[in-house]
């Protein structure tokens, strides 16, 4: 018989001694935060051709008010030239806007409508 010249080596497992520069923390993504979305006013203008009735329809309809409240914005917009009817994020801003200018359009009413960043 003839004899194998192999040799059994036995290995420990790696410790991590103090000596040793290998960074051993678990890497983790930091959080991230999330930002509140800008808002935006949307503000009714004042024009001399625009019924006070369709104004207060357009607010009570497109800005869900009741009618004292659409009546007391109507009436600030008549004195001052113009009222913020609400605040809103740039999606449903910009859709009241475009909604009164629709509905203000299809009643032939010269009546405006704008945003501006809050």
């Given at each position: 018989?003839?004899?194998?010249n192999?040799?059994?080596?036995?290995?420990?497992?790696?410790?991590?001694?103090?000596?040793?520069?290998?960074?051993t923390?678990?890497?983790?993504?930091?959080?991230?935060?999330?930002?509140r979305?800008?808002?935006?006013?949307v503000?009714?203008?004042?024009?001399?051709?625009?019924?006070?009735?369709?104004?207060?329809f357009?607010l009570?309809?497109?800005?869900?008010?009741?009618?004292?409240?659409?009546?007391?914005?109507?009436?600030?917009?008549?004195?001052?030239?113009?009222?913020?009817v609400?605040?809103?994020?740039?999606?449903?801003?910009?859709?009241?806007?475009?909604?009164?200018?629709?509905?203000?359009?299809?009643?032939?009413?010269?009546?405006?409508?704008?945003?501006?960043?809050?």
């Amino acid at each position: 018989m003839s004899r194998n010249n192999f040799e059994i080596v036995t290995r420990r497992p790696f410790m991590a001694s103090e000596d040793d520069d290998r960074d051993t923390s678990v890497l983790t993504k930091p959080k991230m935060r999330t930002q509140r979305p800008s808002m935006y006013k949307v503000i009714i203008l004042n024009d001399d051709f625009t019924p006070m009735e369709f104004v207060v329809f357009v607010l009570e309809r497109i800005f869900n008010l009741t009618h004292e409240k659409a009546f007391e914005i109507m009436l600030t917009v008549h004195m001052k030239g113009a009222a913020v009817v609400g605040v809103y994020t740039f999606e449903i801003a910009e859709t009241k806007v475009s909604a009164v200018m629709d509905v203000a359009r299809q009643n032939e009413h010269p009546l405006k409508c704008r945003m501006e960043k809050d």
